[in-house]
């Protein structure tokens, strides 16, 4: 873990508890009492994902041990904090995304869950699953593989199925939908490459490949694979423009950064 983040975070707590009295025990509780970053996600996610049926401390032990175990885990949460720092404009702090953000919180929910998957703890991951459904607004099958560096800008009503793929560096908007198209079984969900970035309300629907660095317009429905470097909009998604650069990074909305095909 980068103990420079860490401590980043850890002093953006403590500035922030001066400036809002306020909030001084709750940044206490989930952060400053802390001494390491996996322990503070463990605890703020028990905290929320919690209910009658299950027990916060419980769930807390499980986090816990799910992330020491997994040194890849706290990797990749430190990515995705970093991806929202850098790709969201209203993250201008590292901290914000660890205490506020429900994008980010299902993401890692999701990698949790999908430890305990691997581990054929599959009861606990679907509980855990409609938990975090009920809670962020997100529905993440325990299955789909996630990489590392994805940010999920606001995420309400993003869906992903249980055999989709996603790379690294890959930004999702709000009520996107990676889904099957048909009663079929096996492997029937997107596979998704680096740098991609999904706008708002998009559907990518079936078993296809999106290539490194694609970018899918808000609204669109694809269906077919889209090649690298591709700009598709539409209902059904059609190219439109080869991106120029990492269209993850840049969130951009417009086709400002496209050659025209």
């Known amino acids: ?12 707590a403590a500035a922030s508890a001066a400036d809002e009295p306020m909030l001084a025990s709750f940044l206490h509780l989930t952060v400053l009492r802390h001494r390491s970053l996996a322990q503070v996600l463990a605890f703020h996610l028990s905290g929320k994902l919690a209910c ?6 419980v769930l807390n032990e499980v986090f816990t041990d799910i992330l020491e175990s997994y040194p ?35 993401i890692q929910a999701h990698r949790i869950n999908h430890a305990l998957w691997l581990q054929n703890r599959k009861t606990l991951a679907y509980f855990l699953q409609n938990r975090a459904s009920e809670v962020f607004g997100v529905d993440i099958h325990p299955g789909a593989r996630f990489g590392r560096g994805i940010m999920f800008d606001h995420g309400t009503g993003i869906v992903i199925g249980e055999t989709a793929v996603l790379g690294n560096d890959i ?13 079929e ?17 998009a559907s990518v629907l079936g078993n296809i490949r999106i290539g490194d660095c694609a970018k899918i317009g808000a ?24 991106s120029k650069n990492t269209p993850s990074a840049d969130m951009d909305q417009s086709l400002n950064h496209c050659e025209f095909v």
């Not at 873990?1 to 953006?12: A, G, P, V």
């Not at 790709?87 to 994008?103: E, H, I, N, T, V």
């Not at 669109?220 to 423009?241: F, L, M, N």
């Open 1 to 12: 873990m980068s103990r420079t983040l860490w401590q980043t975070i850890r002093n953006e």
């Open 52 to 57: 009658s049926a299950m027990d916060a401390r």
């Open 72 to 106: 890849d885990i706290v990797a990749a949460v430190e990515a995705d904090i970093t991806a929202c720092y850098e790709r969201d404009p209203a993250c201008d702090q590292y901290s914000l995304p660890l205490l506020y953000f429900k994008g980010f919180h299902a």
């Open 171 to 183: 930004s999702l908007l709000h009520g996107v939908t990676l889904g099957g198209s048909g009663k």
């Open 185 to 201: 079984s096996g492997d029937r969900h997107p596979k998704v490459g680096n740098g991609v970035m999904i706008g708002a309300n």
């Open 219 to 242: 609204g669109s429905v694809v269906v077919r694979d889209v090649e690298a470097q591709t700009t598709v909009v539409g209902v059904p998604a059609k190219a439109v423009g080869l």
